[in-house]
């Protein structure tokens, strides 16, 4: 068997052209959507993330600033930042390029963001509304995932779904995610990582296994349950053995392998990536909506 290509590029389009649609609608009634980036320190990858994620703002004709801070800031600089764009009303999103330099605490910073202006769902008013199942801003990456399922019709409802890995920005939330009541929840979920015993396993159990623990290829085709739908969140820089001094994209799950055992799967890059990217701007756009709602109801 061959798998069928989940093809995160072309889902995330249609996302965008969606979010670029309301954004004109929105506009006509005097409402541009905004979103500030802060980027603290000199990360190469956060600088791409960054402008990466300010040309996707320009495309779906949104406003967005991007303020620059050395590695060297200071914790205040950044919370000082943060005050200035949650009370300026052109702001709907505020985005902290993650991570931070050491001397700077990240609870502290997140947990300083207006949580209606929290397009990454990162602060604890936002995870635990998550958590209860109450509407919220909710973390993008797992949000493009929930978006790809339903999006491809892959049913969750009452099926068993391994989450592999448990951080804060994909495994956790996604959890959450796949235990709400409707669609794209209603699983049955099982959560595995770092320190557990033979998680081949548990991950041959998954009938949607999903992949985010950052280590490149670690989910082979014997870890794989025959028709499983396979969704990889890694993003890993490995060497490439056809390009020597050269490097490659490569997911947590090796795609070739497991291409031949799954029913679906994401590829990388391809996949869940480009989603990430469309839920920030659906984020964005559903806080502005909300501020627009709460600024007409004053
Ligand atoms: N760094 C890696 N992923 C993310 C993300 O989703 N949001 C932010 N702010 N920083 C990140």
Redesign the pocket.
């Known amino acids: 068997m061959t798998a069928r290509i989940l093809d995160g590029k072309r889902i995330a389009q249609a996302v965008r052209s969606e979010v670029r649609a309301r954004a004109i609608e929105l506009k006509a009634e005097g409402v541009v959507p905004g979103l500030a980036f802060i980027l603290v320190g000199d990360n190469p990858a956060s600088a791409v993330y960054v402008r990466s994620k300010g040309q996707a703002c320009e495309e779906a004709g949104f406003h967005s600033v991007t303020e620059r801070l050395p590695a060297g800031a200071t914790q205040d600089q950044v919370l000082g930042l943060i005050a200035a764009f949650n009370a300026d009303e052109r702001i709907h999103g505020i985005?902290?390029?993650?991570p931070l330099p050491e001397q700077i605490d990240e609870d502290t910073i997140l947990a300083s963001i207006d949580p209606a202006k929290d397009v990454?769902g990162f602060h604890p008013v936002n995870v635990g509304r998550l958590a209860t199942g109450q509407d919220c801003l909710v973390?993008?990456?797992p949000l493009g995932v929930r978006e790809m399922l339903i999006r491809e019709r892959i049913q969750t409802r009452g099926r068993h779904a391994v989450v592999v890995g448990r951080s804060n920005?994909v495994g956790k939330p996604m959890v959450n995610l796949l235990l709400r009541y409707g669609e794209g929840g209603d699983a049955t979920v099982t959560v595995c990582h770092s320190k557990t015993v033979d998680l081949g396993a548990i991950t041959r159990q998954a009938e949607i296994l999903i992949v985010a623990i950052g280590r490149a290829q670690a989910v082979t085709r014997e870890m794989v349950r025959p028709g499983a739908v396979v969704i990889d969140v890694g993003i890993n820089r490995v060497p490439d053995p056809a390009r020597p001094g050269k490097t490659r994209l490569v997911g947590d799950v090796d795609f070739e392998g497991v291409s031949e055992v799954a029913g679906a799967i994401t590829p990388v890059p391809g996949g869940v990536g480009p989603m990430?990217i469309a839920m920030l701007l659906a984020n964005t756009l559903k806080a502005a909506e909300t501020a627009a709602g709460a600024r007409a109801a004053r």
């Open positions: 985005l902290v390029q993650l990454d973390p993008c990456t920005i990430t």
